[in-house]
């Protein structure tokens, strides 16, 4: 292909996303003010990938002139810019852009298998890109599947890694007899195999109270990566689908499912280039919690509390289930923690300004086959109220402080209950909570487990790798794994307040 050419990228950045900018800069403020509904965070994720974009025409555009190596870029090993930024850049393979580091030279960046992005000294192509083969009708057809009416379709940085490694070559085409679908605008060239991963995630409220039942529910996916030459189709009997224990299912696109039916469920699929989420589902947790038991914590004194744990875990889980890891954490967000007392049965505890941390798992070899009783009494002491709060608001409140404190002398020789007491007048001090701890609204409401468990799914979910049949047929190994972390697993305070909301019986 020779001649003059020209890429363009155009962002579709409309009017009002300028509009929003240049009122945004002309606030006084750094972020995000009260009352204020735009931010920055807001207007980059309304804004489309302009990132992604440039990359997918950088590459097609190297890969047309044959003769321009990639600039020198230094990307540092962690996230320099936060938030948003980052999870956006992240999704392109960039894990953190260092904004002043000096160029250096940089080794070839390889696709690993896992497709997690590249992280480190970034990509400079050793050999000209012009050794790379082209075909013009291939990259017609990549541009017309991948990017319909100009828009890519696909940014994923390990796809356009490979596209960049491999270039466009007439055994890029699709066979004669089969229609390219639009999730797999490139077709994969190398050593062929297929991983099927089930990642589920546990969410738990547990109450250890008559009338409000403990709640339990599973998030699950299954993750796949099926590295295979040309357009097969896969198929595998998936198990687990029993309807009293799956809820929901959804499917990518490029799968074929017929009427659910039984605890089989025969999947079809033509799988895209790259891992993709093969499907999702929420389910009932078929063995019982991982963790139960109960959360205790009452306030002694007002810069004192008393605390106790009663744990059982993995009780009715067989090998080979094994729970490798699990912390349970006592947050106080607006508590400064001075010490705690306390001697758990099993385990080491620490602790941090603002929580104390349990750690009842820890070894290498986890736990499997057996279940632990986990028991923790404890006190915990706080630093006083007083050197807690702002100077300016104790000076600009001083006032309404003298009218509270005579309302509390008069309230406090009506309440019968000391812990009330102490607890409507802790309330009364207490800071405004932070948003990344929504639960905590009081001085103290619940404790937070977290946990990682291998072997089977809880859900039992399941794929069995020697039923996944390949059409044209292919020798390609299959490989499954499975693995189950916790989510928003609570143990609410038996003795405090809690939400709860009212579920029907079914």
Not at 37 to 54: Q, V, W
Not at 245 to 262: D, I, K, M, N, Y
Not at 302 to 309: D, K, Q, R, T, Y
Not at 320 to 332: D, H, I, S
Request: proline share 7%; charged share 20%; aromatic share 8%.
């Amino acid at each position: 292909m020779k001649g003059p050419y020209c890429i363009l990228v155009l962002p579709l950045v409309e009017p009002h996303h300028l509009k929003s900018y240049a009122r945004m800069c002309k606030r006084s403020d750094c972020g995000n003010s009260v009352k204020e509904d735009e931010s920055l965070s807001s207007l980059l994720l309304d804004l489309p990938s302009i990132t992604g974009a440039f990359i997918v025409a950088h590459t097609i555009g190297d890969i047309i002139t044959g003769d321009i190596t990639e600039p020198e870029v230094f990307v540092s090993a962690s996230p320099s810019v936060g938030g948003l930024l980052d999870s956006l850049t992240g999704s392109i393979g960039i894990s953190g852009i260092s904004a002043r580091a000096k160029p250096v030279a940089a080794s070839v960046a390889a696709s690993t298998a896992s497709g997690t992005a590249v992280s480190g000294a970034a990509m400079s192509d050793s050999q000209k890109i012009g050794l790379r083969p082209l075909d013009k009708d291939a990259l017609r057809s990549f541009i017309s599947s991948a990017m319909p009416f100009g828009t890519p379709l696909d940014l994923s940085y390990s796809n356009i890694s490979a596209i960049k490694t491999a270039g466009f070559s007439s055994a890029d085409m699709p066979p004669v007899d089969r229609k390219q679908p639009a999730w797999k605008p490139y077709l994969y060239r190398g050593k062929q195999r297929i991983l099927f991963t089930v990642h589920e995630t546990v969410h738990a409220a547990m109450y250890d109270r008559d009338e409000i039942p403990d709640s339990i529910s599973i998030s699950g996916q299954v993750n796949c990566r099926a590295d295979l030459e040309g357009l097969p189709d896969v198929s595998f009997p998936l198990t687990g689908l029993d309807t009293a224990r799956v809820e929901s299912l959804s499917f990518h696109p490029c799968a074929q499912v017929p009427e659910h039916g039984g605890d089989k469920q025969a999947v079809t699929f033509s799988p895209p280039l790259g891992n993709f989420v093969l499907m999702r589902y929420q389910a009932f947790c078929s063995v019982g919690p991982p963790v139960k038991g109960f959360y205790q914590l009452s306030m002694v004194s007002e810069n004192e509390g008393a605390f106790l744990f009663k744990l059982t875990l993995m009780e009715g889980y067989k090998a080979p289930l094994t729970m490798e890891f699990c912390t349970v954490t006592m947050p106080f967000p607006r508590r400064r923690v001075v010490s705690f007392d306390g001697t758990p049965s099993v385990g080491t505890v620490s602790t941090t300004e603002h929580s104390v941390e349990w750690k009842i798992i820890t070894g290498p070899r986890g736990v499997s086959g057996k279940s632990i009783e986990a028991i923790f009494p404890g006190t915990v002491k706080f630093a006083p109220w007083q050197t807690q709060r702002l100077n300016s608001s104790v000076s600009a409140y001083t006032g309404v402080a003298d009218e509270d404190s005579d309302l509390e002398t008069e309230s406090s020789s009506n309440i019968v209950n000391v812990e009330d007491y102490l607890m409507d007048k802790m309330n009364k001090d207490l800071q405004a909570v932070d948003l990344d701890e929504p639960f905590c609204w009081q001085a103290y409401d619940y404790a937070k487990v977290s946990f990682k468990i291998v072997g089977p799914s809880l859900s039992g979910m399941s794929i069995d790798p020697r039923s996944v049949s390949i059409f044209p047929s292919v020798k390609a190994p299959v490989e499954f794994s499975c693995q189950v972390t916790s989510g928003e697993y609570i143990l609410w305070n038996t003795l405090g307040k809690c939400p709860v909301v009212a579920t029907p019986k079914v």
